[in-house]
């Protein structure tokens, strides 16, 4: 039986690529063969869009699976891709988790729901919203790994020492083993720029955690996004598309 790594993608700033990157990682991942599923956990949907199957229809997602009105598998969609499923989400979102919210063993519930499902895959991407709200925690809870979306055009000392903190709440209060799998920068031209960024930050202690990888700025992104389709599909040629393909690779290796 294949167990699964639960990654969620996270990151408290919004705009610092995380639901960019939990597309194009989900279908990096699945074009090397394994088996994957993306949840989209933010009510915004942005991988539910930008994936395309928002386009398609279904008949749940995952409001319905946590106010107990689907089964996570009857919720879960295929895509194109033989290996890539989706849980998808839309706004619905917000109102379940306002009533989820306050309870601290609630926290744990999607967590619990994805134990189901588990064995099927090698891969579970979870994007979280940018807040400190209550889908954040329940995406964080459901992890046993955190990606962290970073990029230099933001400040991110205080985003960081904020994160490390939810990080600390949720292992002590759920008994996970959440870690840090890799920080992920988005949107910058080379390394270098990097590494004068967390210098200027503060932050050159999280230099090890960084990726050796970085994901550049390139237009094929945000024209991908109007097309609704992942990178790869719109250009797998393209600078972003290929520095995905190379971050999954390391992450393969990571888990391997
Ligand atoms: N590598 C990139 N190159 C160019 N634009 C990017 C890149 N990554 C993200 N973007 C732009 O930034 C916007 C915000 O990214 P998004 O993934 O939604 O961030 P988050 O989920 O952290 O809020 C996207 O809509 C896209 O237009
Ligand atoms: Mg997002």
Request: glycine share 6%; charged share 25%; aromatic share 8%.
């Amino acid at each position: 039986m294949v167990m699964s790594k639960v990654l969620t993608i996270s990151g408290q700033k919004g705009g610092s690529g995380k639901s960019v990157t939990a597309v194009n990682l989900a279908v990096s991942f699945a074009l090397y063969g394994k088996k994957t599923l993306l949840v989209d956990c933010d009510p915004q949907g942005s991988v539910t869009e930008w994936s395309g199957i928002k386009a398609l229809g279904y008949p749940f997602d995952l409001s319905s699976v946590l106010n107990g009105k689907a089964t996570i598998i009857k919720a879960i969609v295929k895509t194109e891709f033989n290996s890539l499923d989706i849980l998808p989400a839309g706004f619905d979102l917000f109102h379940v988790a306002l009533k989820l919210a306050g309870t601290v063993s609630n926290e744990k519930i999607l967590r619990l729901f994805l134990e189901d499902v588990e064995p099927d895959y090698d891969y579970i991407i979870i994007d979280a919203p940018s807040s400190y709200g209550f889908l954040s925690v329940a995406a964080m809870t459901a992890a046993d790994w955190l990606i962290i979306a970073m990029c230099t055009q933001q400040n991110c000392l205080e985003d960081f020492h904020c994160l490390l903190k939810l990080i600390k709440y949720v292992r002590a209060t759920h008994e996970t083993p959440l870690k840090i799998a890799s920080i992920l920068f988005n949107r910058c031209k080379t390394k270098d720029e990097i590494d004068r960024f967390l210098e200027d930050q503060n932050l050159a202690e999280i230099k090890d955690l960084v990726s050796q990888n970085f994901i550049p700025e390139d237009g094929a992104v945000k024209k991908s996004i109007d097309k609704k389709t992942p990178l790869a599909l719109y250009d797998v040629k393209s600078p972003a598309s290929s520095a995905y393909l190379d971050f999954a690779k390391e992450m393969v290796l990571v888990f391997k």
